[in-house]
């Protein structure tokens, strides 16, 4: 999928459809490869040092083109009426970029939030960001939306290259088994401020998937936390809920 410097015009050329093929989870499972758009994304990526194959830029994007070449990617020049085919977004400015998916992480004996069976592509990347900021793993089960996909990574605003991201949790176990303490997350949970959360060992917050919540295979195993809504709402939805407690957390460490 390398190219090398030259103009794309139109929408229906065949490294387009390349590119655009990468939409789906399968794709890029088997290729290794994923898109980001955008400048602040592309460059988020060149200093996380992200492998970054080919950079798509419009005419005149000098900081698309020094960023392709810093990251030593081919630089493909599209123009407006092309660029669309490979964007995520409505009216897209530019530029679109190809990367490599990380080789999975080893989970690490560190604060972590697991993202268990979340389905939202918008929580996820949240979630991500929050990570990043907050100083935390995450983890998310293989049923979780795809980590790694364009909509996931816009959401996640350049968390995905500050933090680690492992997908492929399977089980309780495989958090204890590196140290971690699991709390699941839920409404008929304990309050939070009744647990306390400065303890020295690492912590793990699973976040359940929208609308079933955490498994009762898993709350029946772990303490399970809530937190407490004196306005009345039933719930909060994934990603907050994941930054409050992140938050909690970082807080009282």
């Known amino acids: 999928m390398l190219g090398g410097d030259f103009m794309i ?9 390349e590119v655009r093929r990468l939409r789906r989870r399968r794709e890029r499972r088997e290729l290794g490869l994923t898109t980001i758009e955008g400048p602040f994304l592309l460059q ?9 194959t080919e950079v798509f830029a419009l005419p005149g994007d000098e900081d698309a083109q020094a960023a ?16 669309p085919r490979i964007a995520s977004t409505l009216n897209p400015r530019g530029p679109v970029a190809v990367i490599e998916i990380p080789a999975t992480p080893v ?10 069976d ?3 592509p918008g929580n996820a990347g949240t979630i991500v960001r929050t990570a990043a900021a907050f100083g935390f793993q995450v983890l998310a089960t293989p049923e979780s ?3 790694w996909s364009p909509k996931v990574l816009r959401a996640g605003v350049g968390g995905h290259f500050r933090t680690p991201v492992v997908q492929g949790v399977q089980s309780l176990q495989d958090l204890t088994g590196v140290g971690l303490i ?6 008929d949970g304990v309050y939070v401020d ?19 919540g955490v498994p009762s295979s898993v709350t029946n195993r772990t303490t399970t936390l809530a937190l407490e809504m004196p306005g009345g709402t039933e719930s909060l939805n994934a990603a907050v809920t994941g930054a409050v407690f992140m938050y909690l957390r970082m807080s009282r460490r």
């Not at 989970?107 to 268990?116: C, F, G, N, T």
């Open 145 to 147: 939306v795809d980590m």
């Open 107 to 116: 989970i690490e004996r560190v604060d972590s939030v697991l993202l268990w």
């Open 9 to 17: 015009t139109s929408p229906r050329n065949p490294r387009l459809n």
């Open 68 to 83: 392709a070449l810093e990251a030593g990617a081919a630089l493909t020049m599209v123009t407006a009426d092309a660029l």
């Open 194 to 212: 009744k647990v306390d959360l400065s303890e020295s060992s690492p912590v793990v917050f699973i976040i359940g998937n929208e609308a079933h």
């Open 182 to 187: 699991p709390y699941a997350t839920a409404a």
């Open 118 to 120: 979340v389905a939202d």
């Open 44 to 52: 988020e990526a060149v200093a996380g040092g992200a492998s970054i």
